[in-house]
């Protein structure tokens, strides 16, 4: 497997940009449709400024399944500007969450990548699961891994878009959150910055001890240092505090997931907790943080404004305070990294601003 630094064969690759309305952010700017095989033919790569979709197929990844990539790319992004992908949740929604994610975009300056995992191409086990194993349990090489299509698709981006940026962040809510956890686990080599894993449904639990995969990490392909390795970076567990509901038919109920909570918000309580004793245990330090969100249920639209405050909340520009009232007020981008801040305060969801 090639990681950093690795360039990727160029993938087959269509994008219908949209050009951006008088309101960047209007319905309007994101009317488009996944490419066809036709346009294929025809299209040249290119992710333009605005709403848009793209299709990419990883050369480099084993079998070569298309994905359908929802982006938005604010007008005059500079070459370093943060890339931030975000992983859809069982509805395999991605230009849902593109969309929903839009606003922290423009206000944060990101290029935004939402790519779909279709269910008949990446089925759970290939997607929540990152196809870590098959069909008996026993563990893939690393390169069949569902991961490596995050760190190519990276790549590929960056080629396309001049992109300078050295990492990414990464976002996952639901089945989306399984991706991104297992991701932190078991590839704390991969080229992420920051990693969010919301309101997921089970996990599996980074300690040897106790279940064997995907609900622990006995009989897995992860190993003692290559754990210890993740414990190091930084991982973001991020709870909904009105994800409580046991009934939910989304929510899977067995007697391993039983033992982690009887929700998502107790499941991943026990997720976090799990992790302080096993990094105190192996005489690490851990980096990961457990966050919850009031008021926020399982929708990934309540979740957005608290992830997108965890990823940019230590944006450097907002340490460059004047010495004094008297001193030269901030500048433009400062107060916009600030207003951004406060609309994106987790404790102003469902506040009229």
């Known amino acids: 497997m090639r990681l950093p630094g690795g360039t990727p064969r160029l993938a087959e690759s269509l994008v219908r940009p949209t050009a951006p309305s008088s309101s960047d952010l209007s319905p309007d700017v994101h009317n488009d449709a996944p490419p066809t095989g036709t346009d294929l033919a025809t299209e040249p790569p290119r992710i333009g400024p605005g709403a848009g979709s793209f299709r990419f197929v990883d050369g480099l990844s084993g079998e070569r399944k298309p994905l359908t990539v929802w982006y938005y790319r604010p007008p005059r992004l500079p070459a370093a500007a943060p890339v931030v992908f975000v992983m859809h949740g069982v509805k395999r929604d ?101 990693a969010i894993t919301a309101n997921a449904g089970w996990y599996t639990m980074p300690t040897f001890a106790g279940s064997k995969f995907p609900y622990g990490l006995k009989g897995s392909a992860g190993t003692p240092e290559t754990l210890k390795k993740a414990f190091g970076r930084r991982l973001v567990i991020l709870l909904g505090e009105r994800d409580t509901d046991a009934d939910d038919p989304h929510l899977r109920k067995s007697t391993a997931t039983s033992r982690q909570g009887a929700n998502r ?16 245990s192996l005489g690490v330090t851990l980096n990961w943080r457990l966050h919850t969100v009031p008021g926020a249920a399982h929708l990934q639209q309540q979740m957005m404004p608290a992830a997108a405050r965890a990823i940019f909340a230590n944006d450097e520009r907002l340490r460059q305070e004047p010495a004094s009232p008297a001193e030269t007020a901030p500048s433009s981008t400062q107060a916009l990294l600030r207003r951004a801040l406060a609309r994106f305060d987790p404790r102003n969801i469902g506040r009229k601003r």
């Open 265 to 280: 918000f107790e499941r991943g309580q026990a997720f976090h907790a799990t992790a302080r004793e096993e990094a105190e």
């Open 94 to 194: 991605a230009d849902n969450y593109r969309d929903t994610w839009m606003a922290a975009a423009e206000l944060f300056g990101f290029l935004l990548l939402c790519p779909k995992f279709a269910k008949k191409d990446y089925p759970r086990s290939a997607y929540q699961l990152g196809n870590l194993a098959d069909s008996a349990g026993r563990p893939l090489p690393q390169d069949e891994w569902t991961f490596n299509v995050i760190e190519h698709l990276f790549d590929f981006v960056k080629e396309t878009t001049g992109n300078t940026s050295e990492r990414y962040h990464i976002y996952g809510h639901s089945a989306g959150g399984q991706f991104v956890h297992r991701l932190a686990l078991f590839m704390p080599e991969a080229r992420y910055e920051t």
